[in-house]
């Protein structure tokens, strides 16, 4: 182990001092080797708020993620709300308050209430802080407590006395987080433990003091139990703990684990994560989470437990996910009404970037590895919304793997169910958790019209999954619909008789004759959607007597004209609509009908 410490006081003027800034001091503390920080201090002013300082902090262990700074809340004899000091207002450091010194005491009648302004549960945790026997310096000539242990200093002082506040609370904090630090490496097996799997495992194993109401702006989630957060039991019997310890999740996606639990024993479950540092400019009251992570608890019959839902210190069903903190917890105190059997926990990341988080899961219980191949809204991505008939596009496959273990080879299916085709039937590689695979096809519509398009993930059945057409709810089949149009307006000329006769669009004239020609035609949509269109006569032209190539104004001045000017909006091919008649009439103005000319 290592202990590296710093000097810090107050000048002579009142302001707080320290060498550098917050992020410097720890970052050197990181460097030499330290993964726990107990910083027994705060700074005056600014209570409940997101200082600079506190955005400093988050913005170290975002870049530190193995590295769990604890702060103290603060104390504040007036016990008024949102008093806790700043930097323990930040998102990812560990906020602790102070309780009596009793293991079932009340939490300090000095030590500072949350929550932070923008509403976060703060302080995160108490600890003892009440008559906590601690060191008495060499030059301390004024103790602010009474003496304890034994020892002196050569000048015959006592080496040791008793001292009250949160700054005692926190550094009893540290060496309870360093302890559990210790198991979580030597006895689970996990090397570098992130920061937010440490939190998440103080919190998940702190006990409710007083009348049961966790969470609460007086003791946060509870006061520390090193034995309960390492060696958790319930009447006697050991209870499992399960730890996560940093899993990455995409926004709009969700990690689905699935544990064989009896609820007699109570189930202890807590989600944490370093989130990205938020705004310290912007109103104190809006909330600073960037990446907004929720836990979701299902059990067998279906009943939903969200996290931070919570009444009378346990987590109750219903009510709306939490937006405001990084830290998510279900509580369900032992209860022999609750079934026994598969119960689902549900990690979805509802906004924001790529965020990693830990979890914690204690109970009588023993996960369920698995794997859960699902589909999503995007699936089936075409190039084209609208493509068009005969043309060329891409369709882009994608699936996930939410599940707990890696896939094994699957079959993948896409089909085109209104052409009664497939498109696409093909054995995919092993995907790993948390896993996202996709690949792309071409392909053409030879026809117009919606194509209803399936994907089917493992058709063939062969992967064990919490969720398929076999058990749960069969997330493995996506279907999506693309309408397939084609570019089609015609003009075609009718005979004497209304009917389509191509023939009659070239006619011959003589202007001694006739001064004029009138066309009977119908205006076609032949494609699909409705369609907006204008009609425009162009000027009368004739071929070039040297080049045929070239069309040229003629001699006399025509008129031209339809006795539908339009725009009109056009139906689809086959609805009513999707024909105009219409008269187009061309005239020779300089027509000389005597025939003198």
């Given at each position: 182990s290592y202990i590296v410490a710093y000097a810090l006081g107050h000048n002579p003027t009142g302001i707080f001092g320290r060498i550098g800034s917050i992020y410097d001091m720890l970052n050197h503390a990181e460097q030499e080797g330290s993964r726990v920080a107990v910083n027994a201090w705060g700074l005056n002013g600014n209570r409940g708020a997101y200082t600079a300082d506190a955005r400093s902090v988050d913005v170290f262990v975002k870049d530190n993620p193995d590295f769990l700074p604890i702060f103290s809340a603060g104390d504040d004899s007036g016990q008024n709300s949102s008093m806790v000091l700043s930097p323990s207002t930040a998102k990812n450091v560990l906020s602790v308050g102070a309780s009596t010194t009793n293991p079932s005491g009340l939490t300090a009648n000095f030590s500072a209430n949350g929550p932070s302004l923008d509403s976060r549960v703060k302080p995160d945790l108490v600890a003892p802080g009440v008559s906590i026997c601690s060191g008495r310096g060499f030059e301390a000539s004024t103790p602010m407590g009474f003496s304890c242990a034994s020892g002196v200093h050569s000048n015959g002082v006592n080496m040791y006395m008793t001292l009250s506040g949160s700054s005692q609370a926190t550094a009893v904090a540290g060496g309870s987080v360093s302890l559990i630090r210790e198991f979580i490496r030597e006895d689970v097996g996990i090397s570098s433990p992130s920061a937010a799997l440490l939190k998440a495992a103080a919190i998940n194993g702190a006990t409710d003091i007083g009348t049961p109401d966790i969470p609460n702006s007086k003791e946060g989630w509870g006061q520390i139990s090193v034995v309960n957060s390492v060696m958790p039991t319930y009447n006697g019997n050991t209870l499992s703990t399960f730890h996560d310890n940093s899993r990455t999740i995409s926004a709009g996606f969700s990690t689905l684990y699935q544990f064989d639990l009896d609820p007699t024993s109570g189930i202890d479950i807590t989600l944490a994560w370093t989130d990205v540092a938020g705004s310290a400019n912007a109103v104190q009251t809006e909330s600073r989470l960037v990446n907004d992570l929720d836990l979701e608890l299902k059990a067998p019959d279906g009943t939903i437990y969200k996290g931070n839902v919570f009444s009378s210190g346990e987590s109750i069903q219903n009510g709306n996910s939490d937006s405001t903190n990084n830290i998510e917890r279900i509580k369900l105190l032992p209860n022999s009404a609750l079934a026994t059997g598969k119960w689902q926990l549900k990690v979805s990341h509802k906004g924001g970037l790529d965020q990693s988080f830990s979890l914690v899961v204690t109970g009588d219980a023993t996960i369920d590895l698995k794997s859960d191949l699902t589909t999503f809204d995007g699936s089936i991505f075409p190039s084209s919304e609208s493509p068009l008939v005969n043309d060329l596009i891409t369709l882009r496959l994608s699936w996930l793997n939410q599940g707990t273990t890696d896939s094994g080879q699957f079959r993948v299916?896409?089909?085109?169910?209104?052409?009664?085709?497939?498109?696409?039937?093909?054995?995919?590689?092993s995907i790993?958790?948390?896993?996202?695979?996709?690949?792309?096809?071409?392909?053409?519509?030879?026809s117009t019209g919606d194509h209803n398009l399936r994907l089917t993930i493992d058709s063939d059945n062969d992967v064990v999954e919490i969720n398929d057409e076999s058990s749960g709810v069969n997330n493995n089949i996506r279907e999506r619909n693309i309408v397939v149009s084609a570019l089609g307006l015609r003009l075609v000329t009718l005979d004497s008789n209304g009917q389509e006769d191509s023939n009659l669009v070239n006619q011959t004239m003589s202007p001694a004759v006739s001064e004029g020609y009138t066309w009977p035609v119908v205006l076609k949509h032949e494609g699909t959607g409705n369609q907006s269109v204008s009609l425009h006569i162009s000027q009368v032209q004739t071929p070039?007597?040297?080049?045929?190539?070239?069309?040229?104004?003629?001699?006399d001045t025509w008129s031209r004209y339809s006795d539908l000017s339009g725009p009109f909006t056009m139906s689809p091919m086959g609805e009513n609509g999707d024909k105009i008649y219409l008269n187009i009439t061309m005239n020779d103005d300089d027509a000389d009908l005597s025939g003198n000319n």
């Open positions: 299916l896409l089909e085109d169910l209104t052409e009664g085709t497939t498109l696409y039937d093909g054995l995919r590689s790993a958790p948390g896993q996202l695979d996709s690949f792309s096809l071409y392909h053409t519509f030879t070039s007597p040297i080049r045929s190539d070239v069309l040229l104004p003629p001699t």
